[in-house]
């Protein structure tokens, strides 16, 4: 699995120009999932994203983290964290999950997130989205579930 994870002072996803999901101060988790991704992958990935220090602290050093905050989080499926442009001008997308293999694993952690507490919202999973946010700082991060496992 592979994340885009950016801190933000709010989000929404639209689907065909109506709102679906919004949120304030929190994260955007932008989540791409790998041909082969089960729950180990959804375990190490939610987990390093309910406790990644990236909120600051009374100093204005990053150092707090959802767990702290109790910030929000927006996951919105994107399959195209996979894609492989390395040869010619079209990216491939052949180490994305098929759908049927993918939906339920950014299900499973949207689940695993909320089941900290964490008050998560999430597009739908294969529309075309419009995700408008304010990412705060700017920060943004990109995690890796491949390199761990």
């Known amino acids: 699995m592979r994340a885009v994870v950016q801190r933000v002072s709010q989000a929404?996803?639209?689907?065909?120009?109506?709102?679906?999901?919004?949120?304030?101060p929190g994260l955007v988790v932008l989540l791409g999932v790998r041909r082969g991704d089960g729950s180990q992958?959804?375990?190490y990935l939610?987990?390093?994203?309910?406790h990644l220090r990236v909120f600051e602290d009374e100093q204005g050093k990053m150092n707090r983290?959802?767990?702290?905050?109790?910030?929000?989080?927006?996951?919105v499926s994107q399959f195209t964290l996979y894609g492989d442009a390395r040869k010619g001008r079209?990216?491939?997308?052949?180490?994305?999950?098929?759908?049927?293999?993918?939906?339920?694993?950014v299900d499973a952690f949207a689940a695993r997130l909320a089941a900290r507490g964490v008050e998560v919202r999430t597009g739908v999973f294969g529309a075309h989205m419009q995700v408008?946010?304010?990412?705060?700082?700017?920060?943004t991060l990109l995690l890796d579930s491949e390199r761990v496992f």
């Open 65 to 75: 983290s959802l767990a702290d905050t109790g910030g929000q989080v927006l996951v």
């Open 41 to 43: 992958e959804v375990a």
């Open 46 to 50: 939610a987990d390093k994203v309910f």
């Open 12 to 24: 929404r996803v639209l689907v065909e120009e109506q709102p679906v999901a919004q949120i304030g």
């Open 90 to 105: 079209r990216p491939g997308f052949s180490d994305a999950a098929l759908p049927e293999e993918a939906a339920p694993l």
């Open 132 to 139: 408008e946010l304010c990412n705060d700082g700017p920060c």
